[in-house]
């Protein structure tokens, strides 16, 4: 049982998630472009 | 992309002569490959699409008419984001971070390309897994997956709950 891979693992897990939603979430909401423009049915 | 092919790619530009790789050694000295820093930048260019994808989708379900609100009260667009679209979005948002933090718990080709198997350092369980097994050490294997199935079934039953609780 290799323990030290199964914590870098986790750790690896946590990391990226933590990176992409911080990263992520702003550009996915623009991406509908609700915050950008004054039209706000633009989202289609 | 399978994810072979998007290691294969990370490595040309993570390599020492590639772009990635060229900057990271003039900022910090070191190569990028085959590093901790070098696997979380290969499992977030991976994991882009399950986390923009949700969001995406809990984002466009709010109503406009709530934005539309806040920008008439005199909110700015950072305020907006934080005081309105994350608080009604957080189901999405939860739902999409378990999703990347499973599929990164998971991966292993795009780690092997790009981290290889460095104990300590880029050697993940299921790089180890797979070592076991081709080292006939079943007993190993065995004890590293059922070490991972209870974490996995637990987050993929919170992703379950959130998704059927959320209200959009």
Known sequence: MDWIALFLSLKLALVATAILMIVTAPLACLWPCRLRSSDFTCSS | ?168
């Open chain 2, 1 to 168: 992309m399978p994810p072979t092919v998007v290691g294969f790619y990370l490595l040309i530009v993570m390599d020492p002569e590639g772009w990635l790789g060229g900057l990271w050694k003039g900022a910090t000295g070191s190569p990028i490959l085959f590093t901790f820093a070098g696997i979380v930048i290969a499992s977030i260019t991976y994991s882009i699409p399950f986390a923009l994808q949700p969001m995406r989708a809990a984002f466009e379900k709010i109503d406009p008419r709530l934005i539309e609100s806040a920008r008439i009260l005199g909110l700015s667009p950072p305020a907006i984001f934080l005081r309105v679209i994350l608080p009604n979005s957080r189901n999405g948002i939860a739902a999409s971070a378990i999703l990347v933090f499973l599929h990164t718990l998971g991966a292993f080709g795009v780690i092997l390309m790009v981290g290889g198997s460095v104990p300590g350092q880029t050697r993940v369980v299921s790089v180890a897994i797979y070592e076991a097994v081709e080292t006939l050490q079943y007993g190993s294997a065995a004890m590293m997956s059922l070490a991972l199935l209870p974490i996995c079934y637990i987050f993929l039953l919170v992703v379950h709950r959130l998704t059927k609780r959320s209200p959009s």
